[in-house]
């Protein structure tokens, strides 16, 4: 019986500079302090899952959903022991995307700043570039 053998090489590239990547979706520390109160209540879920639907005055929505299993095309974000999921659909809209949450007198959302919008309408909803 004989073992079939795969080669490799490695060369040194120089005068290439490597680019960092960019985190799908990032969490303060705030969101993922909410996420794991809302989690904390329901064991068998997950985490949470991110979608994007098309609304408003053409504009794009955000979802927000509670998740038991991780789809096949779902990006998966650990961060802080909170995982969350973004669709297949969203991810190229959510790339390098900050999620927060904010609570003040009146409301409490968690809010998407996402630095690939270029701006609002009276809505809320965002019209990507």
Known sequence: MSASLV???????????LQPTRAA????PSAVNK??????D?????GLKVGVRTRGCNGLSYSLEYTKTKGDSDEEVIQDGVR?????????????TEMD???????SEFVFN???IKGTCGCGESFSV
């Not at 979706?25 to 303060?28: F, P």
């Open 7 to 17: 080669r490799a090489t490695v060369r040194a590239v120089s005068k290439r500079k």
């Open 25 to 28: 979706l990032t969490l303060t």
């Open 35 to 40: 996420i794991k109160q809302l989690l904390k």
């Open 42 to 46: 329901k064991p068998e879920h997950v």
């Open 84 to 96: 969350v999921f973004i669709e297949k659909k969203a991810q190229l809209t959510l790339l390098g």
């Open 101 to 107: 949450y904010v609570e003040d007198k009146l409301s």
């Open 114 to 116: 996402n630095p690939n």
